[in-house]
């Protein structure tokens, strides 16, 4: 299965720091999804995306889709400690059978 | 209300052993997923289920067989098993067709001795 290419593979910062991953296809996508997973747990649903261009925010956090379809981004805002996790973006598209494909993850460490 | 759980939590067994997953959603998704988490904590879907009928087995090996009874339900019985089937396996769920989202559940950890 296709693996979308996510960067940065880990992250250590500052509390209160802003935070920038972003995550890129070869294929396009209509759905761009991203998650977060602290250790222990499934991935959780952070912001979900339907349209190009869209910029959504939930929190000190905000994704956008991409122009292209084939990319989008996450940033967090002055970063806090409860902060740390794994963060996955997702894509889904109909010209890739409406599977979700995942990318490699970012880990996100918050020194306090 | 838990919207997809999956049990058990923790599961260590002996190498050889035949052991089964079970996964229940109450989001009213019919489509289904099992995904193994290996070490580096990639993401791999291994198998999806719509309607209870197989889409997608993406190589995984015919000791992995998954098994829908209803919508609601997706179990994994993995036979004869192996140190490399150490993981975390998530169960998921989401409505079938684009523009949705898919839900995870907490994960199984399977550790193979």
């Known amino acids: 299965g296709q693996q979308l290419n996510q960067s940065p593979q880990s992250m250590f910062i500052q509390e209160g720091e802003d935070v920038s991953m972003n995550c890129t296809s070869s294929s396009i996508f209509n759905t761009w999804l991203w998650y977060k997973q602290e250790p222990g747990e499934g991935p959780v649903l952070l912001i979900a995306l339907y349209k190009a261009g869209e910029l959504t925010s939930n929190g000190r956090l905000t994704a956008q889709f991409g122009i292209t379809r084939k990319d989008s981004f996450l940033n967090i805002s002055a970063s806090i400690p409860s902060d740390v996790g794994i963060y996955f973006c997702a894509g889904q598209g109909s010209n890739t059978g409406n599977q979700f494909y995942f990318g490699t993850g970012t880990s996100l460490t918050v020194i306090p | 209300d838990t919207a997809v759980s999956q049990t058990p939590k923790y599961l260590v067994t002996q190498m050889g052993n035949d052991k089964s997953i079970k996964c229940e959603q109450n989001?009213?998704?019919?489509?289904m997923y099992w995904y193994k988490q290996d070490s580096k904590k990639f993401l791999k879907i291994m198998f999806s289920?719509?309607?209870?009928?197989l889409i997608i087995n993406e190589t995984v090996p015919n000791r992995f067989s998954p098994k829908s009874p209803d919508k609601a339900h997706l179990n994994l019985h993995i036979n004869s098993l192996e140190l490399g089937d150490s993981a975390v396996y998530f169960c998921?769920?989401?409505?079938w067709g684009s523009g949705n989202t898919i839900y995870f559940g907490e994960g199984s950890w399977l550790t193979v001795v």
């Open positions: 289920y719509n309607n209870k009928e």
């Open positions: 989001l009213g998704h019919d489509t």
């Open positions: 998921a769920s989401s409505s």
